[in-house]
């Protein structure tokens, strides 16, 4: 008889057309996508919208969905892919061949192009100069530097003042193509926008911006402050902006005040939307996923809910991202195929998962069996009451496993709480030697992933 086939990683959303948010777990994209639209069609201003969420929150997922939305309004947008794109030198040039590629142009996107390489060529040959200056300077007439000795620093000076000559000399050219670049633009987005039909201006969605090598993120900011700032074209870059001020903090030094940095690039910083929990009884963003993930692998463990109420409730704890929830949920599967023999308790599992992100030496520490209870306890912050809204019985669960796998006879005294729970969890073997077993199995297959 063939057996049931499972999944590791993580579904991929069906998007139909006609309902985008039809799949959608939370519940709540559609409303904040359709706010989204409203905002963007009623602002008369050039936008520039951070869309802000820590990284493996679902921002591409809603993108999608919210592109998918674009289209059946019949809406014209561009999806960039800045890190699919930041092995080249300049996102101007992608940015426009995106722009470039809209069916909409028609004939004019051959004008278009000669103005944005007009653009590009200013863009490239400044850098180009200083590049070929430096890479010159060493040679003179064939002739090495050590040749020339104290003529090296009258050359590198008349190098120097021959450049800023240039320089002032083509500002005018650049500035006369920088400004026929955008009007040319401006007319097309212009043409968008008033069409009787959808009266929407174009939009441009930037994602995977924070995956970007941190030179290029910059440029990407900074070419759409000074190129693309023009009426009628909005851009929505979905990123995580405490990355984005690491990156900055990188560039320019600790010094900086990153975030005011920042804001000088978006009009508005919208935070990605999250469901929370008010009581134990509410659902929130953690507790869906966990579910969906739940029956996504088909993981029906008998032990009530305990394993996934742990993920949802310690994941909202510690703020883990759904991508770390995935990640639990991909090593709780691949834990269930690889586990052949000798006993196993899934809310370990998602016990050891939970303090892999937090502590991983502990981690290591639990598989030569020498953490003691009271350590796993105040790690875990069971003993502060501050694993606020997961219920009690849950948390009781993982306790009282605890207890019975991590003290021995004379610490619990407690005979029949033993007996008890050897019965209730199954246990076949020498409880104390339970989380060090399984902790090792973990840490086999952990390296597999």
């Given at each position: 008889?063939?057996?049931?086939?499972?999944?590791?990683?993580?579904?991929?959303?069906?998007?139909?057309?006609?309902?985008?948010?039809?799949?959608?777990?939370?519940?709540?994209r559609?409303?904040?996508?359709?706010?989204?639209?409203?905002?963007?069609?009623r602002?008369?201003?050039?936008?520039?919208?951070?869309?802000?969420?820590?990284?493996?929150?679902g921002?591409?997922?809603?993108?999608?969905?919210?592109?998918?939305?674009l289209?059946d309004?019949?809406?014209?947008?561009?999806?960039?892919?800045?890190?699919?794109?930041?092995?080249?030198?300049?996102?101007f040039f992608?940015?426009?061949?995106?722009?470039?590629?809209l069916?909409?142009?028609?004939?004019?996107?051959?004008?278009?192009?000669?103005?944005?390489?007009?653009?590009?060529?200013?863009?490239?040959?400044?850098s180009?100069?200083?590049?070929?200056?430096?890479?010159?300077?060493g040679?003179?007439?064939?002739?090495?530097?050590?040749?020339?000795?104290q003529?090296?620093?009258?050359?590198?000076?008349d190098?120097a003042?021959?450049?800023?000559?240039?320089?002032?000399?083509?500002?005018?050219k650049?500035?006369?193509?920088?400004?026929?670049?955008?009007?040319?633009?401006?007319?097309?987005?212009?043409?968008?926008?008033?069409?009787?039909?959808?009266?929407?201006?174009?939009?441009?969605?930037?994602?995977?911006?924070?995956?970007?090598?941190?030179?290029f993120a910059?440029?990407?900011l900074?070419?759409?402050?000074?190129?693309f700032?023009?009426?009628?074209?909005?851009?929505?870059?979905?990123?995580?902006?405490?990355?984005?001020e690491?990156?900055?903090?990188?560039n320019?030094?600790?010094?900086?005040?990153?975030?005011?940095y920042?804001?000088?690039?978006?009009?508005?910083?919208?935070?990605?939307?999250?469901n929370?929990k008010?009581?134990?009884?509410?659902?929130d963003?953690?507790t869906?996923?966990?579910?969906?993930?739940?029956?996504?692998?088909?993981?029906?463990?008998?032990?009530?809910?305990?394993?996934?109420?742990?993920?949802?409730?310690?994941?909202?704890?510690?703020?883990?991202?759904?991508?770390?929830?995935?990640n639990i949920?991909?090593?709780?599967?691949?834990?269930?195929?690889?586990?052949?023999?000798?006993f196993?308790?899934p809310v370990?599992?998602?016990?050891?998962?939970?303090?892999?992100?937090?502590?991983?030496?502990?981690?290591?520490?639990l598989?030569?069996?020498i953490?003691?209870?009271?350590e796993?306890?105040?790690?875990?912050?069971?003993?502060?009451?501050?694993i606020?809204?997961?219920?009690?019985?849950?948390?009781?669960?993982?306790?009282?496993?605890?207890?019975?796998?991590?003290?021995?006879d004379?610490?619990?005294?407690?005979?029949?709480?033993?007996s008890?729970?050897?019965?209730?969890?199954?246990?076949?073997?020498?409880?104390l030697?339970?989380?060090?077993f399984?902790?090792?199995?973990?840490?086999?297959?952990?390296?597999?992933?």
């Amino acid at each position: 008889m063939e057996e049931n086939k499972v999944r590791l990683n993580p579904p991929k959303i069906e998007i139909p057309a006609g309902n985008p948010y039809i799949n959608d777990v939370f519940g709540n994209r559609k409303q904040f996508g359709d706010s989204l639209i409203n905002l963007i069609k009623r602002v008369e201003d050039n936008l520039v919208i951070c869309l802000d969420a820590q990284w493996g929150d679902g921002k591409t997922t809603f993108l999608k969905m919210w592109e998918q939305g674009l289209e059946d309004k019949g809406y014209h947008y561009i999806h960039y892919d800045a890190f699919k794109h930041d092995y080249t030198e300049d996102p101007f040039f992608t940015i426009c061949a995106e722009i470039y590629n809209l069916p909409i142009l028609d004939t004019k996107n051959e004008n278009f192009k000669r103005k944005a390489i007009n653009v590009g060529k200013k863009i490239l040959t400044t850098s180009l100069k200083i590049a070929v200056k430096a890479g010159t300077i060493g040679i003179l007439d064939g002739k090495v530097i050590d040749e020339i000795g104290q003529d090296v620093s009258q050359s590198v000076s008349d190098i120097a003042g021959s450049t800023l000559e240039e320089y002032f000399e083509d500002y005018n050219k650049e500035q006369k193509a920088i400004n026929d670049f955008r009007s040319n633009l401006e007319s097309i987005t212009d043409m968008i926008r008033n069409d009787s039909s959808i009266d929407f201006p174009l939009v441009v969605i930037v994602d995977e911006l924070d995956r970007c090598r941190p030179d290029f993120a910059l440029k990407v900011l900074e070419r759409i402050k000074h190129y693309f700032d023009i009426s009628n074209l909005v851009f929505v870059i979905a990123t995580n902006t405490k990355q984005l001020e690491t990156i900055i903090k990188s560039n320019y030094g600790n010094d900086i005040d990153a975030s005011n940095y920042l804001q000088k690039f978006f009009t508005l910083k919208l935070v990605f939307p999250k469901n929370h929990k008010r009581t134990i009884y509410d659902a929130d963003d953690y507790t869906n996923y966990a579910q969906y993930m739940r029956d996504y692998h088909q993981l029906n463990y008998p032990i009530n809910e305990y394993p996934f109420k742990l993920v949802a409730g310690y994941s909202r704890y510690y703020g883990f991202s759904l991508r770390n929830m995935e990640n639990i949920f991909k090593k709780l599967q691949l834990y269930n195929l690889m586990h052949v023999h000798g006993f196993t308790d899934p809310v370990i599992v998602v016990m050891l998962s939970i303090i892999e992100f937090v502590d991983y030496k502990l981690l290591e520490e639990l598989s030569k069996n020498i953490v003691s209870y009271n350590e796993i306890v105040s790690k875990l912050d069971l003993d502060k009451g501050r694993i606020s809204l997961i219920d009690e019985h849950t948390l009781k669960g993982l306790d009282d496993r605890l207890k019975l796998y991590l003290l021995n006879d004379s610490e619990l005294n407690d005979p029949d709480f033993i007996s008890e729970k050897m019965n209730l969890f199954e246990v076949y073997m020498n409880r104390l030697e339970v989380i060090p077993f399984i902790c090792k199995e973990y840490m086999t297959i952990n390296k597999l992933v």
